[in-house]
């Protein structure tokens, strides 16, 4: 692993579409982005921040993801979420988060994810088959 820094930020986007929204995610009833969707959608942002500064047998896991969802978006919103490293313990790296509409920042909070090495994490996996 290279050095992992405070600063280290990317981006994702997405389109609202009807295969992301509340009601086909049953996380609601209504066709607007879903929750789980910018989850993901931040979680993606985080691992992207940092994996320019991993081996090719490294990765990262989400561990803990704190967030608030403050606007619906409706279908055709693109949603671009953030993520910017704002600590660094060793392997634990501390993400802020924020998600936007094009409109409104729709949602945000922090975001802690794991340097793992990818082959022995799997053994590990494996051992619960």
Do not use: W, Y
């Amino acid at each position: 692993m290279k050095e992992i820094t405070i600063g280290m930020s990317a981006s994702t986007t997405t389109t609202v579409t009807t295969t992301n929204t509340a009601k086909t995610m049953k996380s609601g009833a209504l066709d607007v982005f879903a929750t789980p969707a910018m989850c993901a959608l931040m979680e993606e942002a985080a691992q992207a921040a940092v994996l320019p500064a991993l081996d090719s047998n490294e990765g990262t896991v989400g561990t803990q993801l704190s967030i608030t969802h403050d606007a619906p978006s409706p279908i055709g919103s693109i949603i671009t979420a953030t993520a910017t490293v704002i600590a660094v313990n060793g392997r634990d790296i501390t993400f802020s988060v924020e998600a936007h509409d094009g409109v409104d920042t729709i949602g945000k909070g922090t975001h802690h994810r794991f340097v793992i090495n990818n082959e022995k994490f799997m053994m590990k996996v494996q051992k619960k088959l």
